[in-house]
């Protein structure tokens, strides 16, 4: 229950993350066409693409965290078996949370200071900076759920740690 | 403690977090954080979100999205299959034609998707059973499609020279065009041992039944050309300086999304989405890397452990070859263990300085680091493109797939020995299109 609503939530936070994507293309080809071909300047392009890739990146995390791909050394989970690998899983896990929870923990102290001070990013665009500050906490807290979730997965057996069923893996 | 001291205990301790399995971005982050606390106390982790946060605040940053969208749009796409057809058409008589024009799809490829796994997936899906049901033995077919992708990441537009790049500020423009000459060179390198074999080991398997008119040859021409034009056009567009790597990929990616959807009738959603979703999880993987990337050097740096090495390394009265060949072998070993793009943020914001101590050119060096994760790619126990030709022939074992790409890895060290004796190969067109680097 808990294991498939993480996981929901993860795949959301992916779709935003897609969608913020998809947007960085688009206005970045509205900025050639404003720049190149009708030789205007460009004013908000640059930092909303900017924006929207550092919004794409951690609200994208969890759900490449649920998909396996972020890239790890898996030369040890592979040669361990059983138990070892569960318990090197285990502190794999409680690495990956101290990272991103202090993360999202100071994250959220950032954008606290650029919401409660009114920050502006010093340019002509000048877009309030607590809405991109806002995606560090948030998607690395979501990772934190993730992993959560991932523990709660292997240690109830519904999963094998490191994903790793056999001596093969899948490459991305 | 001294620096030195420091900095080999950051080592070991990086090493060890990262055999545990935890992704690499997170791993260096880890690091960064525990030895900053160690050595400068609790204040320092205030400093920690933004260092985070600057290390993905830049514009140039969305050429990597960018190319690996464009490069993934021409992988789904049927273009893989038509170029290799083409050439097929046009070596058919060439003994052991059908290894060459395998090798030449993969170069072509390379410089149309920019990714070592995505070009051994393109081309292998016809190329390996092609070559199998021809009469070529299984370790030959397999190995030369292993060897004949790596060349994703030499031949530009390639993804970790624009890693390489965003993570040295070194110009990619210069980068790519510095991977030109070094590919056609190893493509001819990959030839030569094909024709070789194919005379020494009678793979002539010529099919005299087989007749392609012109017509024939010509006709895959107006599906490939485009593509390969916008290329041509965004290598163009970057050496003249005329826009920024992130607006050329930007515009050649949502061009590439006309072109399938017109050429290869690939518009529905249900295309795309697939598309979008692995692009989406490579370029968050490589960002998150960078970020933790920024956090591990500024760490480095507060703790003036980078600061440290190159300097002991300049005053060291060693031969820079053989410190070249150390660190050449250090980056072969991480590239055992880990994808190119890792080894390239981990590693070269910390050793292209002492590189440079030593006297070495930073494009230069860019490209023999390429060809070194080249040889990454095709040995275990992390070599991308074996477990891409494990998916495309699930029968094949890897040390069948292994003992033919060997030949080929011998290659890209005659490629590496090449370079060390005449660096021209890589920097002279960089230097003639765009003139000296200062």
């Not at chain 1, 100071?106 to 920050?119: F, I, K, P, R, Y």
């Not at chain 2, 031949?155 to 965003?166: A, D, F, N, Q, R």
């Not at chain 2, 518009?267 to 591990?296: G, Q, T």
Request: aromatic share 10%; net charge neutral; with cysteine.
């Amino acid at each position: 229950m808990f294991i498939a609503a993480v996981r929901r939530i993860s795949c959301a936070a992916g779709l935003a993350a897609g969608l913020l994507l998809f947007a960085a293309v688009l206005a970045v080809c509205h900025l050639v066409v404003v720049r190149y071909v009708l030789g205007d300047s460009a004013i908000w392009q640059h930092e909303f693409v900017t924006y929207s890739l550092i919004g794409a990146t951690f609200l994208g995390s969890p759900y490449v965290l649920l998909t396996r791909g972020h890239v790890n050394v898996d030369l040890l989970p592979i040669y361990l078996g059983g138990r070892a690998r569960l318990a090197l899983a285990l502190v794999a896990a409680v690495l990956g949370v101290v990272f991103c929870g202090l993360i999202a923990w100071l994250g959220a102290g950032l954008w606290h200071e650029a919401w409660a001070g009114d920050w502006h990013a010093d340019t002509v665009w000048s877009p309030p900076l607590w809405i991109p500050y806002i995606a560090m906490p948030l998607g690395m807290a979501l990772v934190v759920l993730q992993y959560a979730a991932d523990l709660a997965a292997v240690l109830t057996g519904r999963e094998s740690a490191f994903g790793i069923t056999s001596g093969t893996h899948e490459g991305t | 403690m001294s620096e030195l001291q420091l900095g080999l205990l950051v080592a070991v301790v990086t090493i060890v977090v990262l055999l545990t399995g935890v992704p690499v971005a997170f791993a260096l982050g880890f690091v960064a954080i525990a030895f900053l606390v160690a050595m400068e106390g609790t204040f320092a982790l205030g400093s920690v979100p933004n260092v985070l946060f600057a290390g993905l605040d830049s514009f140039a940053l969305l050429s990597i999205p960018m190319f690996i969208l464009m490069g993934g749009i021409i992988a789904a796409s049927r273009a893989g299959a038509d170029l290799y057809e083409a050439l097929e058409r046009w070596m058919y008589r060439v003994p052991g034609g059908l290894m060459l024009s395998n090798l030449g799809a993969c170069g072509i490829f390379a410089a149309l998707s920019g990714s070592s796994p995505a070009t051994c997936a393109a081309i292998g899906k016809m190329g390996i059973p092609e070559m199998r049901q021809r009469g070529y033995p299984t370790s030959v077919a397999t190995g030369a499609i292993a060897a004949g992708g790596t060349l994703g990441i030499l031949i530009p537009p390639s993804i970790t020279m624009i890693v390489y790049g965003i993570a040295t500020e070194t110009s990619i423009g210069r980068l790519f065009l510095a991977g030109v000459l070094p590919g056609l060179m190893l493509v001819a390198l990959f030839m030569a041992w094909g024709l070789f074999a194919s005379w020494r080991y009678g793979y002539q398997i010529v099919n005299p039944e087989l007749r392609f008119s012109l017509r024939d040859k010509l006709v895959v021409l107006p599906k490939v050309g485009p593509f390969l034009a916008i290329i041509v056009g965004i290598l163009w567009v970057l050496y003249g300086g005329v826009a920024t790597p992130s607006e050329a990929a930007g515009v050649g990616a949502m061009l590439c999304l006309l072109l399938v959807a017109v050429i290869y009738r690939m518009y529905r959603p249900a295309d795309l989405v697939h598309v979008f979703r692995n692009a989406l999880r490579e370029s968050v993987m490589i960002l998150m890397i960078i970020a933790a990337a920024e956090l591990f050097s500024f760490m480095m740096s507060s703790l003036f452990i980078t600061q440290t090495l190159a300097m002991s390394v300049g005053d060291m009265d060693v031969n820079p070859w053989v410190m070249l060949a150390f660190i050449n072998i250090f980056l072969l070993i991480m590239g055992f263990f880990l994808p190119p793009v890792a080894v390239i943020l981990m590693a070269a914001p910390t050793l292209l300085p002492i590189v440079e101590t030593l006297g070495f050119d930073a494009i230069w060096f860019a490209v023999v680091l390429t060809v070194n994760m080249e040889i990454g790619l095709i040995t275990p126990p992390v070599g991308l493109n074996l477990y891409v030709i494990n998916g495309i022939a699930p029968d094949v074992r890897l040390q069948t797939i292994l003992w033919g790409a060997l030949p080929f890895m011998l290659c890209m060290v005659v490629a590496i020995v090449l370079l060390c004796l005449f660096p021209g190969i890589a920097t002279w067109l960089p230097e003639y299109l765009m003139g000296p680097s200062i």
